[in-house]
């Protein structure tokens, strides 16, 4: 008994070691980012993995915040997020809600539809959406970044899969009382669709931040460049002079924060989220 | 028609008058996604097709009167003409199949373990192991790979760290040199037979089509493996906690040990999660563009070129929109022919005579239908 408990212990042990050593790797980027963000360009070529700083310099952060184009850049991802978060959360919900419980003609076809669009790579429709902005009139507009964006065929999945989940005695009591199709989706069945509606908020927030392809094809203006647009083109080194690293990197820091502050808002439903969202 | 319409009702209540006007509601809630799939969706798909088939300049719309139809001319173009187009179409395809043949298995492989070990019940600190294996997949394909092209510098971290154990790193991102080559190289065999080296397909010979990926595209391979390993590791942990632990049990009483149970018990119940996974993967390692752009460019020597990058290039940075689109087509073309090809391997099939001989004894549960 005693030597089975050893040999348990020690599997622990190595267990514990192997994961911690994993975690390590996964974080370790990212302490560097953050530690290379404060460093001089000196200190962070001859230093790169050293997490504390020879000198600490906000250097990097001065010139983002007070002379570049950054916070243009984070005004306009801030804009765009905000309205293509809303817009999904409404359209997606709204369609879900009708191709889950409303009975209509049709309705077969349409969420075909919608399942075989999910089908189509992003990355094929880079030109087709640019000659369908450019021949609407939207090119190189906030419009044109937006309205392609509003509407997501795996939110209007989600949705209609946790409409499903409901019962529908309670619609029904509202329709005996005389609502309409409108009001019983507004008032009653919406609020009571908040979990599925932050997972929504959470990948539409996460995805329009993140987007890049669709920005690229969809503007050219410099005041139309996204996070996502001006960080790509500091990499590239099309803004600056040398390799500026701690500048990059502190570029690269502030864009990923808002995202990771809403992951570390909503962890726990994040984490469990695939769980519905995946079943075949 | 009116069977047609009430045909999914559930319940056999009458409720025609509670459900009057409901067509009409259906197709008003349903519009918006409808009008936005089918402008920015269905539309400039069948644009595009029209393009991949025209020598449309990128001037004035491609309906134009000027705007001629050139028939598979385009296609011609990057697959059999053998000029410079077709060795860029081949280069970039022979780019992206090594890193689908070296990122989809990686990250299965690895995100299945990190899931098999954070989901024990006894482990203490899951929340905090999952979190860390996690984030990366939440960040931005453009941060990580801004974070990246630091890390992988010629005089960066992963260099630093490799210099302690006495090795001399690659300056990553600067390498066109093909991995397997290097290999061979390594034993003296820097050229390859004639009959590999004087034949080809799409432009480049087979001895290069067998280099294996560049080191700089080894260096974007690591990121992906990193970037996703976590989003798949969630599925396999949603799969997991689904699986009933009597089957498992059972094995356990039979005398299986921890290493038998996960291949011949565990693995076989993971099956459908196993091909989610593998799907999303091959899909997208085949669309592999935002760190490409952000990143290489395509650098150096077209070895990370990838067919997604080269029709964004051959289209809005060459204004040769003909043939960036009927790239566009043929990455389409395979990318649905990987997962319909992966879902016929991993089909349900019926258990073989051989196979089922071994279940006779206890013809337990699900996975062995």
């Known amino acids: 008994m005693r030597r089975w408990r050893s040999r348990t212990v020690?599997?622990?042990?190595?267990?514990?070691?192997?994961?911690?050593?994993?975690?390590?790797?996964?974080?370790?980027?990212?302490?560097?980012?953050?530690?290379?963000?404060?460093?001089?360009d000196a200190d962070a070529a001859s230093n790169p993995v050293s997490l504390i700083p020879q000198t600490w310099s906000a250097a990097a952060y001065e010139r983002l915040f007070l002379r570049s184009d950054f916070p243009l850049w984070f005004a306009n991802s801030a804009v765009v997020t905000i309205c293509v978060t809303l817009g999904r959360v409404f359209f997606c919900s709204l369609a879900g809600y009708a191709l889950a419980r409303l009975q209509f003609r049709g309705r077969g076809v349409i969420f075909a539809g919608v399942v075989a669009v999910m089908a189509v790579p992003a990355v094929v429709l880079l030109i087709p959406k640019f000659l369908v902005i450019n021949q609407l009139g939207m090119y190189d507009s906030y419009a044109g970044m937006i309205v392609p964006l509003l509407v997501d065929a795996a939110g209007v999945f989600i949705m209609k899969n946790f409409f499903e989940s409901i019962p529908v005695s309670v619609e029904e009591q509202a329709?005996?009382?005389?609502?309409?199709?409108?009001?019983?989706?507004?008032?009653?069945?919406?609020?009571?669709?908040?979990?599925?509606l932050i997972t929504i908020i959470i990948l539409s927030f996460q995805g329009s931040w993140n987007e890049l392809a669709h920005f690229i094809v969809s503007t050219q203006s410099p005041e139309l460049t996204t996070l996502t647009k001006?960080?790509?083109?500091?990499?590239?080194?099309?803004?600056?002079?040398?390799?500026?690293?701690?500048?990059?990197?502190?570029?690269?820091?502030?864009?990923?924060?808002?995202?990771?502050?809403?992951?570390?808002?909503?962890?726990?439903?994040?984490m469990n989220a695939s769980e519905g969202a995946v079943k075949e | 028609?009116?069977?047609?319409?009430?045909?999914?009702?559930?319940?056999?209540?009458?409720?025609?008058?509670?459900?009057?006007?409901?067509?009409?509601?259906?197709?008003?809630?349903?519009?918006?996604?409808?009008?936005?799939?089918?402008?920015?969706?269905?539309?400039?798909?069948?644009?595009?097709?029209?393009?991949?088939?025209?020598?449309?300049?990128?001037?004035?719309?491609?309906?134009?009167?000027?705007?001629?139809?050139?028939?598979?001319?385009?296609?011609?173009?990057i697959t059999t003409d053998g000029g410079l187009p077709t060795r860029d179409f081949g280069t970039s395809l022979r780019n992206n199949a090594w890193y689908v043949l070296l990122v989809v298995p990686l990250q299965t492989a690895l995100s299945l373990f990190l899931a098999v070990l954070v989901n024990r019940a006894v482990l203490r600190g899951r929340g905090v192991f999952r979190t860390a294996f996690y984030f990366p997949s939440v960040t931005s394909s453009v941060a990580i790979t801004v974070l990246w092209l630091f890390l992988f510098s010629a005089t960066g971290a992963v260099n630093e760290i490799l210099s302690w154990v006495g090795i001399n790193g690659p300056n990553w991102f600067n390498d066109p040199t093909g991995i397997v080559h290097n290999f061979l190289g390594a034993f003296g065999v820097t050229s390859g037979p004639d009959a590999l080296t004087e034949n080809g397909f799409l432009g480049v010979t087979f001895w290069n089509w067998l280099a294996g990926p560049s080191?700089?595209?080894?260096?974007?391979?690591?990121?992906?493996?990193?970037?996703?390993?976590?989003?798949?590791?969630?599925?396999?942990?949603?799969?997991?906690?689904?699986?009933?632990?009597?089957?498992?049990?059972?094995?356990?009483?039979?005398?299986?040990?921890?290493?038998?149970?996960?291949w011949k018990v565990t693995l076989p119940q993971l099956r459908p999660t196993l091909f989610t996974v593998l799907t999303l993967g091959?899909?997208?390692?085949?669309?592999?563009?935002?760190?490409?752009?952000?990143?290489?460019?395509g650098a150096p020597g077209k070895t990370t070129v990838t067919?997604?990058?080269?029709?964004?290039?051959?289209?809005?940075?060459?204004?040769?929109?003909?043939?960036?689109?009927?790239?566009?087509?043929?990455?389409?073309?395979?990318?649905?022919?990987?997962?319909?090809?992966?879902?016929?391997?991993?089909?349900e099939r019926p258990v073989s005579r051989r196979r089922a001989r071994q279940y006779e004894v206890r013809p337990t549960g699900r996975s062995m239908r």
């Open chain 1, 10 to 40: 020690t599997w622990q042990i190595a267990l514990y070691a192997l994961l911690i050593v994993l975690a390590l790797i996964y974080i370790s980027p990212f302490l560097i980012q953050i530690s290379t963000s404060f460093k001089t």
């Open chain 1, 175 to 196: 329709r005996i009382d005389g609502a309409g199709s409108f009001r019983v989706f507004w008032s009653v069945v919406l609020p009571m669709a908040r979990p599925a």
């Open chain 1, 230 to 270: 001006g960080v790509a083109r500091l990499a590239s080194g099309q803004l600056s002079q040398g390799t500026q690293y701690p500048l990059k990197l502190a570029a690269a820091l502030i864009m990923t924060i808002p995202v990771a502050v809403l992951f570390f808002i909503f962890q726990r439903r994040i």
């Open chain 2, 1 to 77: 028609m009116t069977a047609l319409a009430t045909a999914p009702r559930r319940d056999r209540r009458p409720r025609s008058g509670l459900r009057r006007g409901e067509t009409l509601a259906g197709w008003v809630f349903t519009l918006p996604v409808l009008v936005i799939l089918g402008v920015f969706l269905l539309v400039p798909v069948l644009m595009a097709l029209w393009v991949s088939f025209s020598d449309w300049s990128g001037r004035g719309s491609p309906f134009a009167p000027g705007v001629g139809f050139v028939g598979l001319e385009n296609y011609a173009a």
């Open chain 2, 215 to 262: 080191v700089a595209m080894t260096a974007l391979i690591f990121m992906a493996v990193f970037t996703t390993s976590g989003t798949f590791m969630l599925l396999f942990i949603a799969a997991l906690q689904n699986l009933g632990g009597d089957v498992e049990e059972a094995a356990m009483m039979d005398g299986a040990n921890a290493w038998k149970r996960f």
């Open chain 2, 282 to 297: 091959l899909i997208g390692c085949w669309q592999v563009f935002d760190q490409i752009y952000t990143g290489t460019q």
């Open chain 2, 307 to 347: 067919p997604a990058y080269l029709s964004y290039s051959s289209a809005f940075l060459g204004q040769d929109w003909g043939q960036g689109a009927a790239i566009a087509f043929i990455l389409f073309a395979i990318i649905v022919f990987f997962t319909i090809f992966q879902r016929w391997v991993l089909r």
